[in-house]
């Protein structure tokens, strides 16, 4: 089994087909093919169903996927420790992260690394959910996750804290804020909430608030990413709780923010798997102020 035919393999299921994958390797699909047909006869089984238009994962082909990233990912961790006992830092740092923590801390931190790693490629992927965010580093397509909450499930991963992140309400322009810039949690439950769904951790906070006071929480909007929360609260839809870097972006577009009283924070956290870092998440994770692994 070789690095080419595990990277041609991925292609295909992450692109959805021959065709495509073949399009975003830059080689030809007559070659990608007989890779993958050389692959399978070698293990044994197919793993792809092809079908007139698509192809489909086989049984096999399902199981063999999470094997051949962390593969890919321990191949190129053995590649760079040996450019490391070399002097050369290169290569690509894979992180994954919710969007909001792009904004804060990690941006500071990629701009402080790749000013002292100028030949690292980082790739940045920002899915919402935090549960996506962990699976991405447990199956091996992200070396370092970043996420605002923990979980029991996180029991194969290991868990660093590096900080915490203000939540602040962020009313529509033109607000009056209070004289103090404070509000309460019963005065934001008596105004139309902008949130996330059902299962976000800001959402699940100020339900449980609005539950242990006997009120209802009044979402008047539901959105799926936050940065949606911010346009919506700049058009007057209703007020939101945001992490203040997110909030401070409001503000441009003249929001009004007020801190909680009490004050809200989040945790932040880091994900990894246990083991050796490469050479470049190694750096990442000291940049970070995190002891060394």
Same mark, same amino acid.
């Given at each position: 089994?070789?690095?080419?035919?595990?990277?041609?393999?991925?292609?295909?299921?992450?692109?959805?087909?021959?065709?495509?994958?073949?399009?975003?390797?830059?080689?030809?699909?007559?070659?990608?093919?007989?890779?993958?047909?050389?692959?399978?006869?070698?293990?044994?089984?197919?793993?792809?169903?092809?079908?007139?238009?698509?192809?489909?994962?086989?049984?096999?082909?399902?199981?063999?996927?999470?094997?051949?990233?962390?593969?890919?990912?321990?191949?190129?961790?053995?590649?760079?420790?040996?450019?490391?006992?070399?002097?050369?830092?290169?290569?690509?740092?894979?992180?994954? !992260?919710?969007?909001?923590?792009? =904004?804060?801390? =990690?941006?500071?931190?990629?701009?402080?690394?790749?000013?002292? &790693?100028?030949?690292?490629?980082?790739?940045?992927?920002?899915?919402?959910?935090?549960?996506?965010?962990?699976?991405?580093?447990?199956?091996?397509?992200?070396?370092?996750?970043? +996420?605002?909450? @923990?979980?029991?499930?996180?029991?194969?991963?290991? @868990?660093?804290?590096?900080?915490?992140?203000?939540?602040?309400? !962020?009313?529509?322009?033109?607000?009056?804020?209070?004289?103090?810039?404070?509000? !309460?949690?019963?005065?934001?439950?008596?105004?139309?909430?902008?949130?996330?769904?059902?299962?976000?951790?800001?959402?699940?906070?100020?339900?449980?608030?609005?539950?242990?006071?006997?009120?209802?929480?009044?979402?008047?909007?539901?959105?799926?990413?936050?940065?949606?929360?911010? &346009?919506?609260?700049?058009?007057?839809?209703?007020?939101?709780?945001?992490?203040?870097?997110?909030?401070?972006?409001?503000?441009?577009?003249?929001?009004?923010?007020? +801190?909680?009283?009490?004050?809200?924070?989040?945790?932040?956290?880091?994900?990894?798997?246990?083991?050796?870092?490469?050479?470049?998440?190694?750096?990442?994770?000291?940049? =970070?102020?995190?002891?060394?692994?």
């Amino acid at each position: 089994m070789e690095r080419r035919q595990l990277e041609y393999f991925l292609a295909v299921v992450d692109h959805g087909g021959f065709t495509a994958a073949a399009g975003a390797l830059h080689v030809a699909q007559p070659s990608l093919s007989h890779s993958i047909k050389v692959l399978e006869r070698e293990l044994g089984a197919e793993l792809f169903h092809r079908l007139p238009r698509s192809v489909r994962l086989t049984a096999a082909g399902t199981a063999l996927i999470d094997f051949a990233r962390r593969a890919l990912r321990e191949m190129e961790t053995g590649r760079a420790a040996v450019r490391e006992v070399t002097g050369l830092m290169a290569g690509r740092l894979d992180l994954v !992260t919710l969007p909001t923590l792009a =904004l804060d801390p =990690l941006a500071e931190v990629i701009g402080r690394f790749r000013a002292r &790693h100028p030949q690292v490629r980082v790739r940045l992927s920002q899915p919402e959910s935090e549960d996506d965010v962990r699976a991405a580093v447990r199956t091996g397509q992200a070396e370092l996750g970043f +996420s605002g909450v @923990t979980s029991p499930s996180d029991d194969e991963l290991e @868990t660093v804290p590096i900080g915490e992140q203000e939540l602040v309400i !962020t009313m529509p322009p033109g607000s009056v804020p209070s004289p103090d810039g404070r509000m !309460t949690v019963d005065e934001l439950l008596a105004r139309d909430v902008v949130t996330g769904f059902e299962g976000t951790l800001v959402r699940d906070l100020l339900r449980a608030e609005a539950e242990r006071r006997g009120v209802e929480l009044n979402v008047v909007v539901e959105v799926g990413h936050r940065e949606s929360a911010l &346009h919506l609260v700049v058009a007057g839809a209703g007020c939101a709780v945001l992490p203040r870097p997110l909030a401070r972006l409001a503000e441009l577009e003249g929001a009004v923010l007020c +801190s909680v009283e009490p004050v809200l924070n989040r945790r932040l956290y880091l994900f990894r798997r246990p083991g050796r870092l490469s050479p470049a998440a190694q750096a990442f994770h000291g940049m =970070l102020g995190c002891p060394d692994s």
